[in-house]
């Protein structure tokens, strides 16, 4: 099975998935979007996204964000910070340099949400 033909049985998976209940969302697919920020001295701050990785559902996605910032936290640093949501569902990983910063965000989302924010046309 090829690319094409995998991504249009996943979608149609996913299309009952859209559904506006709490509840229905964490039994769907969740996509564990991670966002690049970065800040040098004397330029603006850069922004990166990678491409989204699926999850069968909320608790497995979340399970990728505490495991990053368990790691995280084990090989502490006074030039690193992190910081949690209080759902869980989002997490970010920071570290200082010499008048810079990257800021490394994750996000677990329905897969319905895009954070990136509407397409332009």
């Known amino acids: 099975m090829n690319a094409k033909h995998m991504a249009a049985i996943i979608a149609l998976a996913l299309a009952g998935c859209a559904s506006t209940s709490p509840e229905e969302r964490a039994k769907c697919a969740w996509m564990l979007w991670r966002e690049d920020e970065t800040k040098t001295p004397n330029k603006l701050a850069e922004v990166e996204w990678a491409a989204p990785i699926a999850y069968a559902d909320r608790a497995a996605c979340v399970a990728v964000i505490n495991d990053n910032v368990m790691r995280w936290e084990e090989k502490s640093s006074p030039t690193q910070s992190v910081e949690r949501t209080s759902s869980g569902t989002a997490a970010e990983f920071r570290t200082?340099?010499?008048g810079g910063w990257l800021s490394t965000r994750f996000r677990c989302l329905p897969?319905?949400?895009d954070p990136r924010?509407?397409?332009e046309h």
Request: glycine share 12%; net charge neutral.
């Open 96 to 98: 200082r340099y010499d």
């Open 111 to 113: 897969d319905t949400v």
């Open 117 to 119: 924010g509407p397409k």
